[in-house]
Nanobody, 123 residues
Framework: QVQLVESGGGLVQAGGSLRLSCAASGRTFSSYGMGWFRQAPGKEREFVAAIRWSGGNTYYADSVKGRFTISRDSAKNMVYLQMNSLKPEDTAVYYC????????????????WGQGTQVTVSS
């Protein structure tokens, strides 16, 4: 059974940093893409960042480029999202997801999803 478990969310002031973690288990993800998405209240879920599990190529939404960094530790089956220079508009529930179609910005391509972790950025 595939499980993705996010952690690391919380409340932070604008300009601060958080690191989200995603623990992946239940299968081999070597051919998968891993992504982070977020959903703010009253808004649709949106792509944040993605990474190829095997090769490390990364992709980012324009809104987070230069502030967020996605990475993975294959030995630990972990995916991370380092978030710096946080803004109030980054407030959302953040989801980790796994796609058998590789790293992509399309949420429909992701087969497995975590339960999410809340990030709140105060002004």
């Amino acid at each position: 059974q595939v499980q993705l478990v996010e952690s690391g969310g919380g409340l932070v002031q604008a300009g601060g940093s958080l690191r989200l973690s995603c623990a992946a288990s239940g299968r081999t993800f070597s051919s998968y893409g891993m992504g982070w998405f977020r959903q703010a209240p009253g808004k649709e879920r949106e792509f944040v960042a993605a990474i190829r599990w095997s090769g490390g190529n990364t992709y980012y939404a324009d809104s987070v480029k230069g502030r967020f960094t996605i990475s993975r530790d294959s030995a630990k089956n972990m995916v991370y999202l380092q978030m710096n220079s946080l803004k109030p508009e980054d407030t959302a529930v953040y989801y980790c997801a796994a796609s058998p179609l590789g790293a992509t910005m399309t949420d429909g391509a992701y087969r497995y999803w975590g339960q999410g972790t809340q990030v709140t950025v105060s002004s």
